[in-house]
């Protein structure tokens, strides 16, 4: 090949990179969003776990099953309990002020029971000082995905927005995707978001994977 050819093949390839990006769309924000980086403890690069009790709650990166790549979170709740029981991951994210976001997971059931009800996703608003943000009307959220069960609903509560399960059957033993639309304001530097299993007085055993959460800029 000579030296023009390669110059337009170069060139070529530079339009297919920059095309690839385009069709790819909005990036995600969060750092490890798949779970596939562990340190040598297992613990998820980039995120806080916290289990307000390791003999009732289990919080867990494994590789059982996965939506992408090798691994994602597993949370399980291993006793009933009589009080508040969390299994949870949490990460605090940069962002710009008076933007539209797109937050998301994926996640899916083991065994599913009781009535919680249950927080899968808290997802808050914080200043610079890492204080959370209390909205009055219009809150936080915009939008979010179509759910055909009352038991499964997304809650905005002005100082957070939370995805709340009362004992619905979606996501058993299979992977399902929810988002929400949120707005940042004049005061936003974070997104501070809680991935996992949060519950008043669980009454029964189960468990639950989680994997591929998202924050994406959206305007
Ligand atoms: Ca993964």
Redesign the pocket.
Known sequence: MNCKSLRIALFLILILIICAGYVNGASNLLVNP???EVDKYRAPTGWKMYTSSSMSAGASITNDV???????FLCSINYPLTGKLEAVLLQQIPVEKNKVYKVGLKYRKENFGGTGPYTFITIQIWNKDEQNIAYIEPLIMLEHNKIDDQLLFWQDEGFRVVLKDKGSNIGEGEWVDHWVIIKTNEDTAFIYIVVGITVKNPDTTWKMYF??IYIEEVQ
Do not use: I, L, T, Y
């Open positions: 798949s779970f596939e996965a939506v992408s790549g090798k691994n994602s994997d591929d």
